[in-house]
Every structure is written in C-alpha cells, then in structure tokens.
C-alpha cells in the first residue's frame, strides 16, 4: 500500500524526529495528490490546538528578526515552537532566494523549534496551499506556537486574515511609502501593529501618525478588539517582552469571544478552497501546454477543449488524488 | 542550502553563488555566516534540502568539513550531496573528497559549472530516495 511510507513518517514526526517533519513538509509542497494523503491522516479527528500568529509587513522591517526575539520567550514558557517563513519565487526564474533564517539560526539546534522556509511558488497569494497545508501538520503534532511570516506586499496578503488567530503588522520608520502602504489596505488587517526599529531617530513621528490613525479610527478595530499598538526595537531586544504579552492579550480575548475555534474552521475552509485552486490551476496549465501545440484557432473551440478536460477531471477527480 | 560555515564573517562568495542559483530556477535557503557544522545539518534536515553548499574562507575547511560529515552520518542523512567552496587549495582537494565531500570548487570556477553541478546532485539524489 503506498501510504504505509507515510504512517511511518507521521508515527516518527509524533516522536518529535524533525527528519520525518521535514519530509512530510515537502510532501505538503509537492504535488496535490501527495498533500493529500498527508491530510487526508493528520485531519481526521482532529481538533486544532495551536495558537496560529502571523507576521507580515514591508521587506527589512524586521519581522524575521522579531520572530526570533519572540521564540527566546516562548522557549522559556515550555512551548513547542513552529517557524513557517515564506518568501516569494521570482516569477521569471522560478526559483527563491529565502533568507529569513539568518535571523533565526540561534534557534537551530532546539529540539522545541522547527523552521521552515518555504517559497510562494507562483501562487497569488503570500500564502499558499503548502503554507497553511504546513499549520495543520504542526497544529497535529502538537506545536503550541505556530507563527508564519509572510512578505506584506498586495491584497493577497489579507489570506493571512483567514489563518492566523492574532495578525501583526510590522513597520519600521522613515519608510517614504509607509503610507501609501497603509491606505492600500496591507495595513488594515492587524491586530497588533509593530513600529519596529524604534531605536531609530524617526521613529516618533511615525509612531505618533500610527497612533493618530488607530485612535480615529482609520485604521479598523475588527471583532470588537481595538487594534493594539506597540514600539518595538527587535535589534536591542526593547519591547518584545510587551509585544508577548500584548499578544497573548488578543489569544485570551479570542478565546473568551469563541473566535478561537471559529479560526480553525475559516482556516480548514481555506484550506479545501487553496487544495482545489491548486489542483485546477496545475490541471489546466498541463492541459493548455497541450493545447499550445494544438491547431485550434477560434476562441469558443479552444475554451470547448479545455472546458471538456477540466469537466473530465472533475468527474474522475477520485482518481487523481 | 548554501551555508556559511567558520568564524570568518565574509560572505559576498556564498551569497553570489546562492543568487546564480536562484536565478537559475532553484530555491536556495540561505543561512547566513558564522553557522557550525551541526547547525548546518540541523536545518538541511529540516528544510530537507536536496543538496548542501559549503563556503569556508578560514582555513579549518578540513577538520569542518569532518565533523560535517560525522555530523550527517550521525543523523542518517548522509546521501545529501555536499559541495564545497572558498580558499581550498588544490592539494587538499583529494583528502576533502576522500572525508566524503561530492565536490569542491576551486576559486575562480565559473558559476555555470556550479549551477550545472547542483542541478544534477539534486537529480540523483531524488532519485536515490525511494518515496
Ligand atoms: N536598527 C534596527 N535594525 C533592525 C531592527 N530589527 C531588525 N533590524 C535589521 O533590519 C534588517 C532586516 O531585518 P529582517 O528581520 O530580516 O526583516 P524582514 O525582512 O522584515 O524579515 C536586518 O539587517 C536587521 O538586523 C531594529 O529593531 N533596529
Ligand atoms: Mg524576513
């Protein structure tokens, strides 16, 4: 049975045998049909645990950096700490340069850590199918803190919305197009705000217009929580301790209004929603290589032929996956 | 992966070497300098690379290389290809490639060669791997 491979690598990942977690990440980044099987094991019966943060913002603003900070504290409160840090391929070459690590590398050698960088791979999204296919799996084996860094460019990132328990949204000051950034929407989706670099010169003018904004309210409070907030400087170690707690402010009231549980299941919908876009878009970008070399010209035949692929797939879908 | 591993704190050589191959289609984890050997094993585990990149300007590349090595047996993940570069001179190269290190590039390789080489290091070591 081909699945037998798999039982065996979850049974090791449940000891905590990082070879068999990393092995089982790639199979949730490999084809759809491989995910699958994963999911279709670790999903059953269970009941999500983990508390799901996500991190995005600007490029250099320091969302790596403050990860790490973050995970020194976590450490010491016993948790099981999970990184999942994405970054996005070139569409040209296709390939990732993922650099998020260098910031977290101290953390390498805890057995309570796992690290995971993983590329966009041509998804619109920040986050895509093998990201949030990557929260369950850490969520199942028992990970307390699953915290995913995203790059905060495009509407796409609002996916981090339907993911993550608690958002943040780091800054940094003297960025010209901070603004701009801000009324483009990026900024309206987190719970907590970080000015980060906040050891720098600029930063209290910053801090004052970020303020102004959450204050009048341009800037939304969403679920009845009033978005927090706070100075970080994740070089000099300065606010992390508060950017925890704040933090666990937000997971405390998320709890208390339901909204934990109800993430879950947005999360698990999202899930379903990425695994058929996925499989229907590698679908039709095999089926219109072929039509490529095809000698179709009008445009209703060539819809008709790929219309009548993708209606085949999808009746003998059971097959494929 | 390409890693930087060693107390010298340079790394324009790994980070070009890093870009080639990115720019050549791959996705390359980069983990910055100063790593040890166990760091390095620790997390081609966990992003369960399909090869590792080495640079090493300090001049300690054989006893690193070593423990490198001893490292990712230890932890059963010895088919990794590893491929090293930096300041090795020639005449190490043949105790370097006896530790069990796949390949080493000499300073002034061409980076299409290196490109060349990862690409199918990763192929056959895909296909070493049953699943
Ligand atoms: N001055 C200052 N620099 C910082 C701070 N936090 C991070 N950096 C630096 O900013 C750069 C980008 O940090 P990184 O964490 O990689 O940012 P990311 O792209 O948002 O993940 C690095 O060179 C960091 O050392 C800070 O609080 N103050
Ligand atoms: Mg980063």
Same mark, same amino acid.
């Given at each position: 049975?081909?699945?037998?491979?798999?039982?065996?690598?979850?049974?090791?990942?449940?000891?905590?045998?990082?070879?068999?977690?990393?092995?089982?990440?790639?199979?949730?980044?490999?084809?759809?049909?491989?995910?699958?099987?994963?999911?279709?094991?670790?999903?059953?019966?269970?009941?999500?645990?983990?508390?799901?943060?996500?991190?995005?913002?600007?490029?250099?603003?320091?969302?790596?950096?403050?990860?790490?900070?973050?995970?020194?504290?976590?450490?010491?409160?016993?948790?099981?700490?999970?990184?999942?840090?994405?970054?996005?391929?070139?569409?040209?070459?296709?390939?990732?340069?993922?650099?998020?690590?260098?910031?977290?590398?101290?953390?390498?050698?805890?057995?309570?850590?796992?690290?995971?960088?993983?590329?966009?791979?041509?998804?619109?999204?920040?986050?895509?199918?093998?990201?949030?296919?990557?929260?369950?799996?850490?969520?199942?084996?028992?990970?307390?803190?699953?915290?995913?860094? /995203?790059?905060?460019?495009?509407?796409?990132?609002?996916?981090?919305?339907?993911?993550?328990?608690?958002?943040?949204?780091?800054?940094?000051?003297?960025?010209?197009?901070?603004?701009?950034?801000?009324?483009?929407?990026?900024?309206?989706?987190?719970?907590?705000?970080?000015?980060?670099?906040?050891?720098?010169?600029?930063?209290?003018?910053?801090?004052?217009?970020?303020?102004?904004?959450?204050?009048?309210?341009?800037?939304?409070?969403?679920?009845?929580?009033?978005?927090?907030?706070?100075?970080?400087?994740?070089?000099?170690?300065?606010?992390?301790?508060?950017?925890?707690?704040?933090?666990?402010?937000?997971?405390?009231?998320?709890?208390?209004?339901?909204?934990?549980?109800?993430?879950?299941?947005?999360?698990?919908?999202?899930?379903?929603?990425?695994?058929?876009?996925?499989?229907?878009?590698?679908?039709?970008?095999?089926?219109?290589?072929?039509?490529?070399?095809?000698?179709?010209?009008?445009?209703?035949?060539?819809?008709?032929?790929?219309?009548?692929?993708?209606?085949?797939?999808?009746?003998?879908?059971?097959?494929?996956? | 992966?390409?890693?930087?591993?060693?107390?010298?704190?340079?790394?324009?050589?790994?980070?070009?070497?890093?870009?080639?191959?990115?720019?050549?289609?791959?996705?390359?984890?980069?983990?910055?300098?100063?790593?040890?050997?166990?760091?390095?094993?620790?997390?081609?585990?966990?992003?369960?690379?399909?090869?590792?990149?080495?640079?090493?300007?300090?001049?300690?590349?054989?006893?690193?290389?070593?423990?490198?090595?001893?490292?990712?047996?230890?932890?059963?993940?010895?088919?990794?290809?590893?491929?090293?570069?930096?300041?090795?001179?020639?005449?190490?190269?043949?105790?370097?490639?006896?530790?069990?290190?796949?390949?080493?590039?000499?300073?002034? /390789?061409?980076?299409?060669?290196?490109?060349?080489?990862?690409?199918?290091?990763?192929?056959?070591?895909?296909?070493?791997?049953?699943?």
């Amino acid at each position: 049975m081909i699945e037998e491979y798999i039982y065996d690598y979850i049974e090791k990942a449940e000891r905590n045998d990082k070879r068999s977690i990393g092995r089982l990440l790639t199979f949730l980044e490999s084809s759809p049909s491989q995910a699958f099987k994963v999911l279709n094991i670790i999903l059953r019966n269970n009941v999500g645990k983990a508390h799901v943060i996500g991190f995005t913002g600007i490029p250099g603003s320091g969302k790596s950096t403050l990860i790490s900070k973050l995970i020194h504290h976590y450490i010491k409160d016993n948790y099981k700490i999970a990184v999942i840090a994405i970054d996005p391929t070139s569409p040209l070459s296709r390939g990732a340069f993922l650099g998020d690590r260098i910031r977290m590398q101290e953390h390498s050698l805890n057995p309570n850590v796992f690290i995971r960088s993983v590329s966009t791979r041509g998804l619109k999204g920040g986050l895509s199918f093998a990201g949030v296919a990557m929260v369950e799996l850490f969520d199942y084996l028992g990970y307390n803190k699953i915290l995913i860094e /995203t790059v905060g460019v495009g509407q796409a990132e609002t996916d981090i919305m339907n993911i993550a328990h608690t958002v943040i949204v780091a800054t940094m000051p003297g960025v010209g197009d901070e603004i701009q950034v801000l009324k483009a929407g990026v900024m309206e989706i987190a719970d907590i705000y970080v000015l980060n670099k906040s050891d720098k010169e600029e930063s209290q003018k910053t801090f004052e217009y970020l303020d102004f904004l959450i204050e009048s309210r341009e800037i939304g409070s969403r679920i009845g929580w009033k978005p927090k907030l706070l100075k970080t400087s994740a070089l000099m170690g300065q606010g992390v301790e508060e950017l925890r707690n704040s933090i666990e402010e937000h997971l405390d009231y998320c709890t208390s209004q339901g909204y934990f549980d109800h993430k879950i299941n947005l999360r698990r919908k999202t899930l379903v929603k990425l695994f058929l876009e996925k499989t229907l878009i590698d679908k039709l970008s095999e089926e219109f290589e072929e039509l490529k070399s095809m000698n179709v010209e009008d445009f209703s035949s060539q819809l008709n032929i790929l219309r009548k692929k993708i209606e085949y797939f999808l009746r003998e879908f059971d097959k494929y996956i | 992966m390409v890693a930087k591993l060693g107390l010298n704190g340079h790394d324009r050589g790994a980070k070009i070497v890093a870009r080639v191959l990115k720019d050549a289609g791959m996705e390359v984890i980069y983990t910055g300098v100063r790593q040890t050997p166990e760091q390095v094993v620790e997390t081609a585990i966990q992003e369960d690379v399909d090869v590792i990149g080495v640079s090493i300007l300090s001049g300690a590349h054989i006893s690193l290389m070593k423990k490198l090595i001893e490292n990712l047996k230890d932890k059963g993940v010895e088919h990794i290809p590893i491929f090293l570069g930096g300041t090795i001179p020639l005449l190490d190269i043949p105790e370097i490639e006896k530790i069990g290190v796949d390949k080493v590039f000499l300073p002034g /390789t061409s980076l299409n060669e290196i490109v060349k080489y990862v690409y199918d290091a990763a192929l056959k070591k895909r296909m070493k791997i049953r699943d």
